[in-house]
């Protein structure tokens, strides 16, 4: 998100595969990032926080902003008063754009299913404007319908910043995780995270990072690509 903030570029990849994220401005996004727990704007022991540690560095008042997912707000209501936070659309960059990750889940029914009545019966309530709502509520995200902004639940500044940056698309540009490719689960969740703690800690520079994490994910693009041609 920093890095194409920085770059003013959404997505991952170029045309022919190659990764986006070792260019300029976004190894510029990481240095900023790297530079913010350098300069103490982060708690030093931050290096290894998770989802729970963040959240709770927010709440406690450790840290005075946060970026996270709509369901954190599930623990920080349940600790802060309404009156003592809010939610900001992401900041934008040079260009005057930002690109926040848009996460999504859906649902799907396998085609030799047994159970296909139930199943759509199941997925027809989830999806349903008035039971999306509420389901939305109870597990912490933004629910799928317009018009779910004008629910008294969504209709706060603890939400605000969400339904902001779904509005304005020329502005807000969001941007999904390429989550087709094969490895990505591991990259994100062991890889990419030992590397940029190596880059908070001075072990690495963002720009060695970043070359790391561009041919990572040029080799996975462009191999899928070659299996997924039309």
């Known amino acids: 998100v920093e890095g194409a903030r920085a770059a003013g570029k959404g997505g991952y990849f170029n045309e022919d595969g190659t990764s986006t994220i070792n260019e300029e401005g976004s190894v510029k996004g990481l240095q900023m990032l790297a530079d913010m727990y350098k300069d103490g704007l982060a708690p030093k022991d931050a290096v290894s926080w998770g989802f729970n540690e963040t959240v709770t560095g927010f709440y406690s008042g450790t840290c005075a902003m ?23 659309p992401m900041p934008t960059g040079p260009s005057g754009k930002s690109y926040p990750t848009l996460g999504y889940a859906g649902w799907a029914m396998f085609a030799n299913s047994q159970h296909k009545d139930d199943a759509w019966k199941l ?19 933004v629910p799928i319908h317009n018009g779910a902004d004008q629910d008294a639940h969504f209709k706060t500044e603890q939400f605000k910043g969400w339904f902001t940056e779904l509005s304005d698309g020329a502005k807000y540009e969001m941007v999904t995780p390429p989550t087709h490719l094969e490895n990505l689960g591991n990259f ?14 001075g072990q690495k520079t963002a720009k060695d990072v970043a070359d790391q994490w561009a041919a990572f994910l040029t080799k996975e693009q462009q191999d899928w690509l070659a299996k997924n041609k039309k």
């Open 123 to 141: 997925m027809a309530t989830l999806l349903s404007p008035k039971d999306n709502l509420e389901w939305a509520k109870e597990v912490g995200v």
């Open 188 to 201: 994100v969740d062991q890889v990419a995270i030992k590397n940029f703690q190596e880059v908070l800690l």
């Open 66 to 88: 946060l970026n996270q997912d709509p369901d954190a707000l599930l623990g920080i209501a349940d600790k802060m008063s309404a009156d003592d936070f809010a939610v900001a």
